[in-house]
């Protein structure tokens, strides 16, 4: 096929995958975007397809031979985040693709669909699995780390998120606070009387950005940013207790439990409760033999060669990771990310399908 015809079918793919509104509240959505996916697999003869469906989030992995431990996984997901109506109706516009899910994931999945397709043709398939998943913008655990639990296990994975077709081979953690700073109310006339949280809101912020400074750019560091404040109801009035939220997003080399602690160092009269800490850091070895593979397909395939690079925001790639096998993510170029005007390149799509082709035709 020629490469023209190769982007029509990458377009055509991508543009009926953006169609499903297939955020998490929509379960509906998410199953008809799973059911396309099989649909395609199975008409491609592909007969070792499994399905798996917890709480309404469907996920699907196909290996092109018969096992549960294909020495490569590629994983893809396809819900998205909220957008306007109209963003559900793709737009191929000046050689890109725009629409919600176009550059994250759904032009990367069409990606993987079709080279399952090409590779389960191959009169000796090599061993590679395929995962779809439906939950990764809202955690990812009843997805891949449900497979990862079951027992598909690989010897690397890659998910395709956009990377501009670089490699990304580590990427934050995440932990979020609820910290509730109580006060004694009063009227405001006499703050005298009362105790304020919102200045003890104050005092602790002050802290927090001593010990988690906001940085200029985009630094490898451990970052906490204040998110949503609630409390006071009355202009008059003191208010009984103040709660802050907190994202913060942590390399590998602090834990949940060093930051918890510093955390509660800065409020240290308040109540500091955890309520997220499923956001594990990837980490895989840049030197990891896997990545240098990868990264002579790019060249072979771009003429460049591939950046590695370190991200602020996750993945589910992290699950494999924290399971101690190697995973990175690798994916096209676009920009939008989860904005009004998402994009994904058309032609590097098509890079990305060839680089993932010669990558696991190339394997030894």
């Given at each position: 096929m020629n490469d023209a015809s190769l982007q029509r079918d990458l377009t055509r793919l991508t543009c009926d995958l953006i169609a499903f509104p297939s955020t998490a509240d929509h379960p509906d959505a998410l199953i008809a975007a799973i059911d396309y996916v099989e649909q395609y697999v199975r008409s491609a003869g592909n007969r070792f397809v499994h399905r798996f469906e917890i709480e309404q989030k469907p996920s699907l992995i196909i290996t092109l031979r018969d096992t549960q431990t294909p020495a490569l996984i590629l994983n893809g997901h396809l819900d998205v985040v909220a957008a306007r109506a109209e963003q559900y109706q793709p737009v191929v516009r000046d050689g890109r693709i725009y629409g919600r899910g176009s550059q994250d994931m759904k032009g990367a999945c069409a990606v993987l669909m079709r080279l399952l397709r090409d590779l389960a043709a191959l009169p000796d398939p090599p061993d590679v699995g395929f995962m779809f998943v439906t939950d990764e913008e809202i955690g990812g655990f009843h997805g891949t780390n449900h497979l990862l639990e079951q027992g598909w296990r690989t010897a690397f994975l890659i998910a395709a998120e956009p990377t501009d077709l670089n490699i990304c081979y580590a990427a934050k953690g995440m932990v979020r606070f609820d910290i509730i700073l109580h006060g004694r109310p009063a009227h405001g006339s006499r703050p005298w009387e009362g105790v304020n949280p919102i200045l003890l809101l104050r005092d602790g912020l002050q802290a927090l950005e001593q010990r988690f400074p906001t940085p200029r750019d985009a630094v490898w560091a451990t970052t906490a940013a204040p998110t949503v404040v609630r409390g006071g109801d009355t202009l008059n009035r003191i208010p009984e207790s103040v709660t802050l939220s907190l994202d913060i997003r942590h390399v590998p080399e602090e834990t949940p439990d060093e930051i918890e602690e510093a955390v509660r160092a800065c409020f240290p009269e308040a109540t500091v409760m955890r309520n997220s800490n499923g956001?594990?850091?990837l980490m895989t070895n840049p030197n990891d033999p896997h990545l240098a593979h990868l990264a002579a397909s790019v060249e072979r395939i771009t003429g460049r060669q591939s950046a590695f690079y370190r991200e602020h925001y996750g993945s589910d790639a992290r699950?494999?990771?924290?399971?101690?096998?190697?995973?990175?993510?690798?994916g096209p170029t676009g920009a939008?990310?989860?904005?009004?005007?998402?994009?994904?390149?058309?032609?590097?799509?098509?890079?990305?399908?060839?680089?993932?082709?010669?990558?696991?035709?190339t394997a030894r």
């Open positions: 956001g594990i850091p699950f494999y990771s924290g399971a101690g096998i190697p995973a990175i993510c690798f939008g990310l989860h904005s009004d005007e998402e994009w994904v390149d058309i032609a590097s799509l098509e890079q990305l399908y060839l680089i993932l082709h010669d990558f696991v035709t």
